[in-house]
């Protein structure tokens, strides 16, 4: 795989679609990864009420990832784009409209 030549679309049809299914990690990992998945999943839903609906717990499921990324990746994994993901939450919800 070819990482540092994939585009944002890419990425997002791996984190979305493909990642859940292919992915073979270590239990952890791959548990971490699906609360990432879902949790952008709830914030790209086109029906406004459901979206709002389940806000709350994916931004929920975004503080535990980020949480437990030291833990997980180890102290040189953090980085500012490791604590921006928390953020998108707030633009769903000022936004009224799905992210990405």
């Given at each position: 795989m070819e990482l540092d030549r994939w585009k944002a679309t890419e990425f997002q049809q791996f984190r979305l679609y493909t990642g859940?299914?292919?992915?073979?990690t270590e239990r952890n990992l791959y548990k971490h990864f699906l609360n990432i998945s879902v949790s952008i999943s709830?914030?790209?839903m086109q029906v406004n009420h459901a979206r709002q609906q389940y806000l709350e717990y994916a931004c929920k499921l975004l503080h535990h990832c980020v949480a437990n990324c030291e833990q997980m990746y180890g102290k040189n994994f953090l980085a500012y784009n490791i604590?921006?993901?928390l953020?998108?939450?707030?633009d769903a919800r000022f936004f009224r409209a799905p992210i990405g």
């Open positions: 859940p299914l292919v992915l073979n709830i914030m790209l604590h921006s993901p953020h998108l939450g707030d």
